[in-house]
């Protein structure tokens, strides 16, 4: 946000999380590259270069594929921490 003038009130953050989810990270791969990509890419060049194998690179079909996998390693974030706590109490 501080990249792009953003003011950090609750309603600038909603807004910049809605484009930033839909350009960066659910959006295909394109050429020339949004800038928010472009802010992405430069502070995490390793990240963004699978995130766009992951979609399949430009001019992919298969740019929802990224979306999936996001689901599928949150999900298996919240069951591992969910197992942990249900563990612990059962200790």
Do not use: W
Not at 52 to 68: L, P
Request: charged letters at 30%; proline letters at 7%; glycine letters at 2%.
């Amino acid at each position: 946000m501080k990249l792009n003038d953003i003011e950090p009130t609750p309603e600038a953050r909603s807004r910049f999380k809605t484009r930033f989810f839909t350009r960066v990270f659910f959006s295909p791969v394109r050429v020339p590259e949004p800038e928010l990509c472009m802010q992405v890419k430069e502070r995490y060049p390793t990240c963004y270069d699978i995130m766009c194998k992951i979609k399949g690179g430009v001019n992919s079909n298969t740019h929802r594929d990224f979306a999936i996998e996001l689901q599928r390693a949150e999900a298996q974030i919240i069951f591992d921490e969910i197992e942990t706590k249900i563990n612990i109490h059962k200790a």
